[in-house]
């Protein structure tokens, strides 16, 4: 299967990953990246040690909200690539 991962907020499609499910899918896009798994990207969420009112566990939460990750099949990941490539013309 075909996962697309995009960001909610702002609509940019980081990338289509071949993986067995969407956690799969997330851990390969945080490989890409240049971590270990998603969960060591997630870990290395910098602490605000000086903001006693940071609250870790909410930001890992509201960063995970923000990702949108959708099965996609050949022909509309195809088809994405397409627009991608018209939009930068």
Do not use: C
């Amino acid at each position: 299967m075909k996962y697309r991962i995009e960001s909610k907020v702002s609509g940019l499609v980081f990338g289509v990953w071949e993986a067995a499910s969407k956690e799969e899918a997330l851990d390969e896009y945080a490989r890409d990246a240049g971590y270990d798994d998603y969960a060591d990207l997630r870990e290395q969420i910098p602490d605000h040690e000086d903001d006693p009112e940071y609250d870790r566990s909410y930001y890992y939460e509201t960063y995970s909200n923000r990702l949108l990750v959708t099965e996609v099949d050949d022909e509309e990941d195809a088809r994405k690539d397409e627009e991608d490539i018209d939009e930068e013309e």
